[in-house]
Structure formats: C-alpha cells, structure tokens
C-alpha cells in the first residue's frame, strides 16, 4: 500500500508511478520519495515493465520539495536527510530502464529536478518550469544547477536560478529542456504513447543506448566513443541482435526475448 503516489500499468511493457498528494501540489517529501524509490526498484526488476512514466496531475507534476518538511532543518540534519535523499537520486540517475516525465502545471524546484532526471519529457501547455530555491535563500541540491545548465545552457540556467524565472511549456521546448508539448488532455496519452514506442525495442539495447547517451555528459568525447563502441559490439552477442537481423531480412516484425 502506498499513501503518496499511484502505481498503474496503463499499457504493455510500460509502468506508471503518479505523485498523488494533490493538496501540497505533490510537494515531494521524505515519504513520497520512499514510496517512489521502492515502487522503480519494484518495475526495475519486474521483466514485463520496460519504460516507465512518472507523473503528477493537471495541477501539479510536483511544486518542489516539500518546503514544510526542511523548515526547521539545519546544516546538520540536512547532512542525514540529503545523504538517504542523495542516494534515492543517485538511483534515478543510474535507472536501468527509461525514465519519461508526462508533466502538467506546475514542475518547480525539486519536481524540475525529478523531470529532469528522467531521460525524456512531455509536457501539457500548462506546465511550468522553474528552480524558484533562491526565494527561499537556498539553491538547487540535486541537479538543478547541473542538469538544467546542461539542458538549456549557462545564460537560461542563470536567469532561473538566479532570477527565478518561470519557463511556460513551449518556451521549454524552444530551449530544448521538453521532447514535446501538446494539449492537456492529452499529454498523459502522449507520454504512453511514447513509452510504448520505446518499450517496443530490444530491452538490453534500449538499456546500453541510454548508458552511453547519459555518459555523454560525464566523459570526454575520446572516453565517450571507446564506451559507446564497446557497448555497440557488446550487443553484437545478444540473442536479441540475431532476432532483429533476421526478422529485418525476413520481412516480418521481431521478437525480443531482451537476451
Ligand atoms: N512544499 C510544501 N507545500 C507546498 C509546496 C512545497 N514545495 N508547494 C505548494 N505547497 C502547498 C501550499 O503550501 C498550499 O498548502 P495550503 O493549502 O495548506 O496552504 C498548497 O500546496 C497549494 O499551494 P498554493 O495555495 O500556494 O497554490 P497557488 O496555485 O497559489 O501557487 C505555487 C502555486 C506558485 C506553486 C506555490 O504553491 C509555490 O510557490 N510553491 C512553492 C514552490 C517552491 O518554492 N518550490 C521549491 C521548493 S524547495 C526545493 O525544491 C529544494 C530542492 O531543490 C531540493
């Protein structure tokens, strides 16, 4: 049983967790977080889960990290409730299977930072984006600095973290940080959608692909392209690869066994 979030399973091969404390705009606190961290590593192992979907309402992707939970914190205490925090995001950042944020409303502060661990974005025309910290005299603490400086560039990042500037949906598409905005009746179908397209290919592929795009941003382009290569070559003794071979050459649709 969860209190937080919803798990569903709205399509083949693809798994779903919504935030679900509407009234705090999924404000994402320890025990939403928890319940979250449990429920990835839950579709992680489970092999009829291959892509999954996190996402809010129409109100609300998630406002932040819950400004009520931190108020009284100090430095220290932070020291422990960071640590088990950091790690959670550090097991998003190494998910083995792809991640895609179906956002709507508002996606602030650590909701942004949520959106922006996931590996692809759609977004209804009434999200927006923002890393509004600075007003509460902190900054970003898991990735907005960095994630959002690589997705939209230092000048952008600047003035959101800096200045707080709210993005509206299409101006985060023009700036690259969404793959898509469409109507908001139908993002959630969209991001399915999408999930089922890439939930369609070969499971140890689709995995090793977004190991190697994810390094792109950690290694130099020498290191990048040796661990791109061996990837690539790695995948050349799957059954996987025959099967897509062969299914190519035979005209008639594959069968991943994601061997
Ligand atoms: N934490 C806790 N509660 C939150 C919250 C948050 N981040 N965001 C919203 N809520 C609560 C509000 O306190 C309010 O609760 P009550 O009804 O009990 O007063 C409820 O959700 C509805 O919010 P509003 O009445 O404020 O709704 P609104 O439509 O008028 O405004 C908003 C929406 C502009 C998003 C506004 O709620 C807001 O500014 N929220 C805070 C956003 C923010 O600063 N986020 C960053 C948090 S810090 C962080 O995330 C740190 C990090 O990176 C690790």
Redesign the pocket.
Known sequence: MTENILIERPADYVGLIRLNRP???N??NQATFDELHAALIEFAADDTVRVVILTGNEK?FA????????QDKSAVDMLDYGEHRMQQWDYLRTYPKPLIAAVSG?C????N?LAMACDMIVASETAKFG???I??A?M???G?TQRLARAVGKMLAMEMVLAGRVLSAYEAESYGLVNKVVPLELYLEKAIELGQKVATQAPVATRLAKEAILKAFELALDDGLVFERRSFYTLFSTEDKQEGFSAYLAKRPPTWKGQ
Do not use: F, N, V, Y
């Open positions: 009234k705090q705009l404000a994402l609300a406002a932040g990290s819950d400004i009520t939970e931190m508002w602030l502060g650590g909701g930072e890393q509004p910290e007003s509460l902190i970003p603490g898991a907005g």
